[in-house]
């Protein structure tokens, strides 16, 4: 039997059964995402609702021993929004660092989660989304050409458990900022063989562009899915507005991917490794 494989955030590979991965694709594409936007975005109010209950802080203790190794984890986190204490399950969803990791280095990942997508513009083929072709340039709100062909496009892929926040890749100034409307299909890239981006192409988004001291800019596009209530910007995030190496620039309310169209191509990642925030890009 046919196996798709998929890395998870430890840096580990499993199999997912061929006839699972077709019905999740069923389900997730054919049925939900054959739903009116607008009732994507109800049934995931419903659903993200539960999470902002004092009773969900109950979830938070069972879930880090069920899914980190390191017991100790939230050590290094704390509640958002200057809390003394994680009030409910989204809370510790939306968690911030205590110490920001640091990096010598002039560019970083902005992101955690598996790089399920990468490779220079000019060769990332064409999506079919509702009877359009789209290209790269389309995910990240700009006309055809805007984003030169030498440029390298990421897709990072934010699980559940991984830390669900983005910071600037590099320092600079936020020159646009976009809201893109859309749908909330399913994020996971195995369920995607052929085109793990697909859901950057359709699903809603913020794009947000940041021009770095050579002149260059890096595009940022942070797509929403199901469950995502709300993509939050950071108050610092105005166009204008300069930007430190991994200053805030958004948190997401459950579920979530970060495409990113850089001038710099990665130099320790490949497609299906894991990355952290802050690290060497």
């Not at 938070?60 to 290094?76: C, E």
Request: proline share 7%.
């Amino acid at each position: 039997m046919e196996n798709t494989c998929y890395a998870d955030s430890h840096f580990t590979v499993f199999e997912v059964p061929e006839w699972r991965a077709r019905l999740y694709t069923f389900l997730s594409v054919k049925i939900w995402g054959g739903m009116p936007s607008r009732l994507q975005q109800k049934l995931s109010e419903k659903y993200t609702a539960i999470y902002d209950k004092p009773f969900s802080r109950s979830f938070i203790r069972p879930y880090i021993r069920m899914n980190y190794s390191d017991k100790n984890y939230l050590d290094r986190f704390k509640p958002p929004f200057g809390k003394n204490k994680f009030e409910s399950f989204q809370d510790f969803f939306i968690r911030e660092f205590k110490e920001l990791p640091e990096s010598e280095l002039p560019f970083v990942w902005p992101c955690e989660g598996l790089l399920c997508d990468t490779g220079k513009v000019s060769q990332m083929e064409f999506s079919r989304v509702k009877n359009d072709t789209r290209t790269i340039n389309t995910i990240f709100g700009l006309s055809e050409g805007t984003i030169p062909d030498n440029y390298t496009f990421t897709n990072v892929f934010l699980h559940n458990k991984n830390y669900h926040r983005i910071h600037a890749p590099v320092q600079g100034t936020v020159t646009r900022i976009q809201h893109v409307p859309g749908d909330l299909v399913v994020l996971r890239p195995w369920i995607y063989k052929q085109n793990p981006s697909l859901p950057a192409f359709r699903n809603e988004r913020y794009n947000v562009d940041i021009l770095d001291k050579d002149g260059r800019t890096w595009y940022l596009s942070i797509v929403g899915g199901p469950a995502v209530r709300t993509i939050e910007l950071a108050p610092k995030i105005q166009v204008g507005n300069t930007l430190e190496k991994l200053d805030d620039v958004a948190l997401f309310y459950l579920g979530s991917t970060c495409c990113m169209a850089a001038p710099e191509a990665p130099k320790a990642h490949t497609k299906n490794t894991f990355v952290e925030v802050g690290v060497p890009y």
